[in-house]
């Protein structure tokens, strides 16, 4: 069996259960094998004093001083018990599990195990799961896996295939990795690796295996960059720039002044493009701190130089936005350059006449989504790239972007908080800019973390900045309702706010399952403050600004990761208004809410992020994923930072003996899977 051949080959799958893997984007034996669990069934310690833990699963040992008592039901059966553990009392209660009566003896120590919940002032469990003491420890030994579902696959069923695809397959050697490299950190194998991620025995099992998986993807991931790297070389620069003055004006007109930061950067740009060498830059600069004027000033300087100069967002909204800043702009500095759009959506007319615009052309602003990098674009002296929130993009479509005009000097511009020291091994050859300060006008967010019971006061404090002239976005994690996941969905949510605001106050929805064309109507109704709170999937995470919306509200935020939260909530506080991040907490339980509070505590992501990866503790290998980042399947930059450097290390040695890479065929052979599916392999 190969990890190529479709999952039908498998003992036991037949035609149905292939396709309920296939909603899960597994399709071959390769995927299911990175199909990881989302986290395994965790039985905590026993708690002494239950009543601290109100929302929490937790396990205790109770007695019961009465025997339990079986009502028939005309529907079910319902069992109800008090369970003792010390001085306090929980109600339990359990439907159609008759027999269950008999089973809890009065008086003997019984492991309850289930969610507590308070009812006036009971506590309550429904459905513990009952044990003996021995069961229940020798449960929490074990790891059991619990994967990512679809509706008709439970999880006993994709344990019981990824046994059959083990037995086929097995642990053997394999030669993915250098020798050594495996000798020094003792690896198992990439199969026992993968064996020990789903179906570890123990924790120290989950760590080694999952250590040699994070390894072989950094491994993967630098070597690729170094090759390509050596590939590519030092190109010299082809462009001839002269004098800056035409920038130096534009900024002196702009209404603000340009922070420390964004000037280093501006200045630093200017030089590359001048120096003797094609440049690759990566910007950062944390969400809010003004990336776009750098952007525009930066192709600005290469359009007055005679070129033209391109700007890639992740998507169309994004885009769409860059070219209505970007024409405004021009309009008022008397700009005379052409701003032309290129995305997806736009009709086939529209498309040709930009085609036709980039051709006729040879100096204008050019931006657009990876519709940019379509065939049919011919530039014309394309002397600067840059992509806005890169690590949307895959590695390579980058390099195909660069592959269009002749040797055009690339920027990448991203909010993602990485210590310099990573990205100086993630970006391997780039150089880097660091915009560390934030435009002086800026009023700190206020944010707040609330429940339920506070929602009408959001409401109304929403409806009173709307009254104020301003806007807000409320965020909710669903685009429709679902049986499976209990969140607010943008669909109905539209229709309770709605009604809540009694018709005085203008809803919108935006979701990314819209047509191309209705979101951007929608954004430029928003924009131009038509609509005046937006209710939207998390679309709106990545660049949007408006800087009248000064209120951004967040329902279920306990289901977002931290760096996520901190995307969204930098959508306010982009104007000189006193701003507020709203975060409603409909979770369940003190660490989430610890967690929300980090919020409440910086605005800092570098913070942030350090913050998040505390609070996951080191079990939590699965817990949220982190939206943005470089998509790394199983590897965490932050946390798994030192494997990182280590990896670099390693690749570099790797490569000096250039014998290597012969000597390992299927090093060569991974690598260059990594080169068609165009994604990190692992
Ligand atoms: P990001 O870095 O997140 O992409 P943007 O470039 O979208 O941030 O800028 C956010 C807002 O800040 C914009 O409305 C922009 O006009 C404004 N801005 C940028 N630089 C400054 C500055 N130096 N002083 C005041 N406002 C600024
Ligand atoms: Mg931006």
Request: charged share 25%; aromatic share 8%.
């Amino acid at each position: 069996m190969k990890l190529t051949d479709s999952l039908r080959q498998v003992k036991g799958v037949g035609e149905k259960t292939e396709n309920l893997f296939q909603k899960l984007g597994v399709y071959t034996v390769g995927d299911i094998l990175l199909h990881f669990p989302r986290a395994y069934e965790d039985y905590p310690d026993f708690c002494d004093n239950p009543e601290k833990e109100v929302g929490n699963p937790v396990a205790f040992v109770g007695r019961l001083k009465t025997p339990a008592f079986m009502r028939k039901g005309k529907r079910m059966d319902v069992t109800t018990a008090t369970a003792f553990c010390g001085d306090c009392a929980i109600s339990c209660v359990w439907f159609r599990m008759p027999y269950l009566a008999k089973q809890l003896l009065v008086g003997e120590p019984i492991v309850f195990y289930g969610v507590l919940q308070r009812e006036g002032h009971c506590l309550k469990m429904e459905q513990p799961a009952c044990m003996t003491v021995e069961k229940y420890q020798s449960l929490q030994k074990s790891f059991q896996p619990v994967y990512p579902l679809t509706k008709g696959l439970n999880n006993a069923a994709v344990r019981k295939v990824l046994h059959s695809v083990f037995d086929e397959i097995g642990t053997q050697e394999d030669h993915l990795l250098p020798m050594d490299v495996c000798m020094r950190e003792h690896f198992p194998s990439y199969m026992r690796s993968l064996y020990m991620l789903h179906f570890p025995n123990d924790f120290e099992e989950l760590t080694v295996g999952r250590k040699r998986l994070v390894y072989q993807e950094f491994f993967y991931y630098i070597l690729h960059g170094c090759m390509q790297e050596a590939k590519e070389g030092s190109i010299p620069n082809p462009w001839k720039f002269s004098d800056t003055h035409l920038v130096d004006d534009v900024m002196k007109k702009l209404p603000f002044q340009l922070t420390k930061g964004q000037m280093d950067t501006l200045r630093q740009i200017q030089k590359d493009l001048r120096g003797p060498w094609v440049t690759q830059r990566l910007i950062q600069g944390d969400v809010g701190s003004g990336k776009t004027i750098v952007a525009f000033l930066a192709m600005l300087d290469v359009i007055a130089a005679g070129y033209q100069a391109a700007i890639m967002a992740p998507t169309e909204v994004l885009a769409r936005q860059h070219f209505t800043s970007f024409q405004k702009m021009c309009d008022d500095f008397h700009i005379s350059y052409p701003v032309v759009c290129l995305t997806g959506s736009m009709s086939a007319k529209e498309r040709r006449e930009a085609y036709a615009c980039i051709e006729d052309y040879p100096q204008a602003f050019i931006v657009g989504t990876h519709a940019l990098i379509q065939d049919k674009v011919n530039y014309h002296k394309l002397a600067l790239v840059i992509t806005d929130e890169q690590h949307r993009f895959g590695v390579k479509q980058r390099e195909q972007f660069a592959g269009k005009g002749e040797q055009p000097h690339m920027l990448v511009m991203s909010a993602t908080p990485i210590p310099r020291t990573l990205s100086m091994i993630l970006y391997n050859n780039m150089q880097i800019s660091a915009i560390k300060d934030m435009p002086a006008n800026r009023l700190p967010i206020k944010t707040c973390v609330i429940k339920e019971n506070l929602r009408k006061k959001a409401y109304e404090m929403i409806a009173e900045q709307v009254r104020e002239g301003h806007q807000a976005y409320i965020i909710c994690p669903l685009v429709e309702a679902s049986d499976k996941t209990e969140a607010e969905n943008v669909t109905d949510y539209v229709e309770k706010l709605r009604a809540a605001f009694g018709g005085t106050i203008t809803v919108g929805m935006l979701h990314g399952k819209m047509p191309a064309n209705q979101k951007n109507q929608i954004m430029d109704a928003f924009e131009t403050g038509e609509i005046s709170v937006l209710v939207s999937t998390t679309v709106v995470e990545v660049g949007v600004n408006i800087p009248n919306a000064t209120v951004m509200m967040i329902e279920n935020a306990n289901r977002f990761g931290l760096a996520q939260l901190h995307q969204l909530r930098g959508r306010v506080g982009r104007g000189k208004w006193q701003s507020y991040c709203i975060l409603m907490d409909q979770g369940k339980g003190d660490k989430i809410t610890e967690r929300l509070e980090v919020m409440n505590k910086s605005n800092d992501g570098f913070y942030i992020a350090a913050e998040d990866l505390r609070l996951r503790g080191p079990g939590d290998f699965f817990g949220i994923r982190q939206s943005g980042e470089l998509n790394f399947r199983i590897a965490d930059i932050i946390g798994d930072a030192d494997i990182l450097k280590q990896a670099s290390t390693d690749v570099h040695t790797f490569l000096e003996d250039e014998q290597n890479l012969s000597n390992y065929p299927e090093i060569k052979e991974h690598m260059a899977r990594f080169e068609e599916e165009n994604r990190i392999v692992l």
